[in-house]
């Protein structure tokens, strides 16, 4: 048995407890941010910070990034989407292309896919060699151990979805005009290679997760419960991150306005 198959998919939120937790939620966050950007506190700033998505198709990953960053400045959070790689950057090491997009002291980055992509898509496609995707697990480690030991607090979150709410996410998609464009035939393709996908995830959960970067398994098949894990998850590990770098995390923001 994998990780994946402890999780409890019918895990849910009504509308309201969902608005009610990410407005206090993102009270929380939009202090931890002013906090790491010095912009309140003693004016120093504090470590950077990526979350990093993965995720079946469909999963809900845009949404949840959404609600994410939703009370963020846009000049003080960054997302990045990546894709398959360009031929240009195929010239390079796999993990390259990520590199201009990691955010420095003070700053914040929210990556939609990532590195993963080595482990996961290339595996299974046959984008990459036996010799790539094995080596690449031991790279990607010493590369996030690296970038933690040097101040980042990475959250990293695999969104989960059943096979059958993903056809269905899939059909609903198909007969919205205005959604018909997320679906490709890619998409469809990959959904017949589940099997091999969900052998590639697991390996990848069980050589990847390490003290500095643990992964993060959001149980998805409700929206409104993985986008309110997701912010508190986040949230909890800002707070974790800064107190084990020194940081005093900042008092609640109601407390904040109180005291100007």
């Avoid at 994998?2 to 409890?8: I, Y």
């Avoid at 993102?26 to 995720?55: D, M």
């Avoid at 949404?63 to 360009?86: M, N």
């Avoid at 959604?179 to 069980?206: F, G, I, Q, S, V």
């Amino acid at each position: 048995m994998g990780r994946l198959d402890d999780l409890d998919l019918s895990l849910t939120l009504s509308r309201g407890e969902e608005a009610e937790r990410l407005a206090a939620g993102h009270r929380r966050l939009l202090a931890l941010r002013l906090a790491l950007g010095g912009k309140i506190g003693s004016g120093e700033i504090g470590p950077p910070v990526c979350v990093l998505f993965e995720g079946w198709d469909a999963s809900g990953k845009g949404g949840a990034i959404k609600r994410l960053v939703a009370p963020l400045d846009p000049r003080h959070v960054r997302v990045a989407q990546f894709a398959a790689p360009t031929p240009d950057e195929k010239r390079h090491h796999f993990l390259w292309r990520f590199f201009p997009a990691l955010p420095g002291w003070g700053g914040m980055a929210v990556f939609d896919r990532s590195w993963y992509g080595r482990v996961l898509v290339e595996r299974v496609e046959g984008l990459a060699t036996v010799d790539q995707w094995e080596r690449a697990y031991d790279e990607i480690v010493s590369f996030e151990r690296g970038q933690a030991l040097e101040g980042t607090i990475l959250v990293k979150f695999w969104l989960h979805i059943s096979s059958d709410e993903q056809l269905h996410r899939f059909k609903r998609r198909e007969k919205d005009p205005l959604k018909r464009w997320k679906l490709t035939d890619e998409d469809w393709r990959n959904r017949d290679k589940r099997d091999d996908y969900e052998r590639a995830l697991e390996d990848m959960l069980a050589r990847t997760d390490h003290e500095l970067a643990r992964w993060q398994l959001v149980e998805a098949e409700s929206k409104r419960y993985a986008r309110v894990k997701v912010l508190e998850t986040t949230i909890a590990e800002i707070e974790r991150g800064m107190r084990e770098r020194g940081f005093e995390p900042p008092p609640e923001l109601d407390e904040l306005l109180a005291r100007t």
